[in-house]
């Protein structure tokens, strides 16, 4: 199962580039053998500005996907919950899992009406860079907890 990062902007070189990077390419390497990858960050521009337009440039990234919605009213999961239900969604033959992350307003409620899935990473506000990171991070750490490796420790 392939795994995608469909995020509205582009992130300039950053630290927080170089975590999105480091996890991107960890997840990918490790989830080989798992059928689970490889691991892709795709950014997207929107033409105009706005939560409708900038879900029109996402919806080419979701064809064939099944899809969860970043976003703070979603649902938040422990990590081992959020490895289970990426194994679960691999082992029931879905061939690519796409996190959708939006703009500084975030997504458009109809695009996130139509995902199959929520996620929250707690009820603060998190810059975009660092929700990127972060929304890495947790994809490796679910790869590697799949995997046996003793990277997560409960």
């Known amino acids: 199962m392939k ?5 509205i902007g582009r992130l300039s070189r950053s630290p ?17 053998s798992l059928g689970l990858g490889p691991v892709e960050v795709v950014e997207v521009e929107s033409r105009k500005p706005g939560k409708a337009a900038e879900a029109e440039a996402l919806r080419p990234h979701l064809a064939d996907s099944h899809v969860i919605a970043c976003d703070e009213r979603g649902k938040a999961r422990a990590s081992r919950a959020f490895a289970e ?11 690519r899992l796409v996190f959708l992350i939006g703009g500084a307003d975030g997504l458009d409620p109809e695009i996130v009406k139509a995902a199959q899935g929520t996620l929250a990473f707690g009820p603060q506000t998190w810059p975009h860079a660092l929700a990127r990171a972060m929304l890495c991070e947790q994809v490796y750490r679910a790869v590697s907890i799949l995997a046996g490796s003793p990277y997560h420790r409960d």
């Open 3 to 7: 795994i995608a990062v469909v995020a």
């Open 16 to 32: 927080e580039t170089e975590l999105v990077k480091l996890y991107v390419d960890r997840g990918t390497a490790a989830g080989r």
């Open 85 to 95: 239900e990426i194994g679960t969604l691999r082992d029931r033959g879905v061939r």
